[in-house]
Nanobody
């Protein structure tokens, strides 16, 4: 069982930056691939970024590539999402998620409660 708690959301002007954090419980954090997702009002939840369990590789949605950076600190059981050059369309509730690093597994098993990001124009 993994519990995830996000923090760092807030209100920022367009062009500004925020860093989201997601703290995970448990001693097996390094066994999990971590991801960030977001859901805007009236829209489906969408993938934002993911990072391998060792932190050596990551992937991004095209909409955030070059502006957002995902990272993790396995010693602190924490994954981060650095968001730069924020746009009004980045406004959403951002969720942290975890899935076991098992070959062929695609679904995320654990989700945080979400943190609101609002970008003013």
């Amino acid at each position: 069982q993994v519990q995830l708690v996000e923090s760092g959301g807030g209100l920022v002007q367009a062009g500004g930056s925020l860093r989201l954090s997601c703290a995970a419980s448990g001693r097996t954090f390094r066994s999990y691939i971590m991801g960030w997702f977001r859901q805007a009002p009236g829209k489906e939840r969408e993938f934002v970024a993911t990072i391998s369990n060792g932190g050596g590789s990551g992937a991004y949605a095209d909409s955030v590539k070059g502006r957002f950076t995902i990272s993790r600190d396995n010693a602190k059981n924490t994954v981060y999402l650095q968001m730069n050059s924020l746009k009004p369309e980045d406004k959403a509730v951002y969720y942290c998620a975890a899935r076991e690093a098992v070959y062929g597994k695609k679904e995320y098993d654990y989700w945080g409660q979400g943190t609101q990001v609002t970008v003013s124009s």
